[in-house]
């Protein structure tokens, strides 16, 4: 009789199979633990930058850059069009007022003033001729008002003797009349005389006061020729260094065109970029500060120039007190602006986190340090060296602040 052989459930290969199985669904879930919002991460303690909390005294500040310049620069445009002619001192020289820089020729000009000068002399001559005509004029006039004047008096005393011997019968009335109608007669010769020298002087006067405001304007203008020319010699406005010349022999060089620029160098001052996401925040008086030397120096900000250039706007800085020994122009300055005033404040120092985090969380230190887990927190101003605390963490405790790039999405640091 045959014995039934029973059928077993699982054979080998089924066996095999579901173990491989098991071991993938065991490495899936490995990999998910290890890559998931709750997994750890081993770190080195060398390779992080742990710092503590702490109380101290903050102030809200800015990093920039500044450019040392003279302080004060004046431009030396030519006054007059022409061609260089001669250089009388080379780029970074050291000038007086006054001292010549280059001189410039126009023939145009030159003749122009030659023009004028002829203008002047000839009106000079007529008025000469004018006058002279003038005062003939005036002594014959006077001349003629003594001629009337004495024949009024000769007429007059012939007319009181014949009437005196009128009265007595001496003459007869034709003589009589004939020396009372000449004396009439002379006295209005007399009047009118008068009336011909009063009109003579007043037109003297005029026609003189005439040609004196004639010859005032064009004694003026001659002045300003003169000046036009002498503008072809460019000459230093005050005491400076001459920089920046841009003139060469042969050159021509229009009005108005910029011929370079003297640096006065009785002080500094400061030419700083900053970004115009700060413009609201910056006005004249604030400070800033530097170091030169190893020793720090102060500056305030006089002047702040509005206009933004590629999104950045300037401001003028000078020296409060000491200024730099050794210090030159076109240097460069690392400078922190103050944007605020001194406060106390929780500080925590400024590292790569910030990249990572966006100042929203921190891996903070346990107490042991073996491990460093991710807090919440909430920071508010920032300087050079550290960011303001508002939330989330208290004074002493330490926290990861070296960049957290390698991190992922841990949530749990294990510190070796």
């Not at 993938?24 to 879930?29: E, F, G, R, T």
């Not at 050159?251 to 700083?272: A, T």
């Not at 919440?376 to 989330?392: A, D, F, H, M, R």
Request: net charge neutral; glycine share 8%.
């Amino acid at each position: 009789m045959d014995v039934p052989i029973e059928k077993k459930k699982f054979s080998t290969q089924k066996l095999l199979f579901i173990g491989g199985g098991l071991a993938i669904v065991a490495l899936i879930i490995f990999v998910i633990i290890s890559t998931g919002g709750g997994s750890k991460l081993n770190v080195e303690k060398e390779r992080i930058s742990i710092n503590s909390v702490m109380n101290d005294v903050f102030q809200e500040n800015i990093p920039v850059n500044g450019i040392v310049l003279p302080i004060t620069t004046i431009y030396l445009d030519a006054l007059e069009g022409g061609r260089v002619e001669e250089k009388f001192v080379e780029d970074g020289a050291i000038m007086k007022k006054g001292d010549p820089i280059l001189r410039l020729s126009n023939t145009d000009l030159e003749l122009s003033l030659i023009n004028q000068e002829t203008s002047v002399y000839n009106l000079l001559t007529q008025m000469q001729i004018s006058q002279n005509a003038a005062r003939q004029n005036t002594i014959n006039r006077r001349n003629n008002y003594t001629d009337v004047e004495n024949s009024l008096i000769e007429a007059k005393r012939i007319y009181d003797l014949n009437k005196r011997l009128y009265e007595k019968d001496a003459i007869g009335r034709q003589d009589y009349e004939s020396s009372k109608n000449n004396f009439n007669y002379q006295k209005q010769r007399m009047e009118l005389a008068k009336k011909v020298l009063s009109q003579d002087s007043t037109s003297t006067k005029q026609e003189v006061g005439q040609a004196q405001s004639s010859y005032s304007r064009t004694q003026s203008a001659l002045e300003l020729m003169r000046k036009k020319v002498g503008d072809l010699v460019v000459r230093a406005p005050v005491d400076g260094q001459l920089t920046a010349l841009d003139a060469e022999i042969g050159q021509s060089k229009n009005k108005g065109e910029r011929l370079g620029q003297l640096d006065v160098l009785s002080g500094f001052k400061v030419r700083v970029d900053i970004d115009e996401h700060y413009i609201s925040r910056i006005y004249n008086g604030q400070t800033g500060t530097f170091t030169f030397n190893n020793k720090q120096y102060t500056l305030t900000i006089k002047k702040v120039f509005t206009q933004v250039n590629n999104g950045r706007f300037q401001v003028d800085m000078h020296f409060e007190g000491d200024v730099p020994e050794g210090i030159r122009r076109g240097q460069n300055l690392q400078i922190r602006v103050a944007l605020s005033a001194e406060k106390e404040a929780l500080l925590v120092s400024k590292g790569g986190f910030f990249q990572k985090t966006g100042g929203n969380w921190i891996f903070k230190v346990s107490e042991d340090g073996s491990t460093a887990y991710k807090v919440n927190i909430k920071l508010g101003s920032q300087n050079t060296e550290y960011y303001e605390v508002l939330e989330g963490l208290n004074p002493g405790d330490k926290v990861i602040t070296s960049s957290y790039d390698s991190y992922g999405d841990t949530e749990e640091l294990i510190i070796k």
